[in-house]
């Protein structure tokens, strides 16, 4: 009677922890099944925090770091060219420094480094106008068009650092056209996209400036044309 007594106890034990274990996992399969439920509320804070994260105060840095990096890799390209006597150091092509080895390698690098620094200012850039424009239609398709304007440029970039002047010159100066003037109409798109923007979320300052830049970097584009046109006919002409 005693080991039937603990037979029975032990039957009885054994279903009812079947019986918890299959509620248990009723339980979790209707967790499981029911959708996950975020008001509107944190939606919203959500969706801020999201757009607020191109606005942190550090993302400032790669503006800077794109001016300082790009201005070093020629920098060093023409010291590096000065002190092994590979280039004349009165005032030599830029593309003229990173033509020999090992100037070549450094001017490389660190043009390669300078594309990815392009890429992430412009990306910010983009989402920057576009968290602050959320609604406006004219906007956002410049800030689209902008922002491919810009990536062609930085691939022109990438392009002048991996293709030497003297290896392919045709796919250097395409290169050069795609960072210099693409460049120079992305810089007018975002000029445009500052004029648009005032008063409500740029001075007018900030247009004045972008402006001056864009016909600075007009005007260099231009000399800079002339003077090669003039250098090519001197040439043309000495060899006759």
Not at 35 to 51: F, K, M, W
């Amino acid at each position: 009677m005693f080991a039937l007594g603990l037979q029975d106890r032990e039957s009885n034990t054994k279903l009812l922890y079947s019986k918890q274990l299959a509620s248990r996992k009723a339980k979790s399969l209707r967790n499981l099944r029911k959708p996950l439920q975020i008001d509107s509320s944190q939606c919203s804070e959500l969706e801020v925090s999201a757009a607020m994260w191109w606005f942190q105060q550090g993302l400032s840095v790669l503006p800077a770091a794109l001016v300082v990096w790009s201005a070093a890799s020629f920098v060093f390209s023409y010291i590096t060219a000065i002190v092994l006597r590979h280039v004349d150091p009165l005032v030599p092509y830029i593309s003229d420094t990173g033509t020999i080895p090992p100037e070549r390698c450094l001017f490389g690098i660190m043009l390669n480094i300078s594309t990815f620094l392009g890429v992430a200012t412009m990306y910010v850039r983009y989402k920057q106008v576009y968290a602050l424009n959320p609604e406006k239609a004219k906007i956002l398709k410049l800030n689209k068009i902008g922002l491919t304007l810009g990536l062609m440029s930085c691939f022109g970039l990438c392009i002048i650092a991996n293709f030497q002047k003297c290896i392919l010159y045709y796919i250097h100066v395409v290169g050069a056209c795609l960072t210099f003037g693409v460049g120079a109409v992305y810089m007018l798109v975002q000029t445009i996209l500052s004029y648009l923007m005032q008063p409500e979320l740029h001075s007018k300052d900030i247009f004045w400036v972008r402006l001056s830049v864009f016909l600075w970097c007009c005007s260099s584009i231009v000399s800079s044309i002339l003077w090669l046109c003039s250098v090519t006919l001197r040439r043309s002409s000495l060899h006759k």
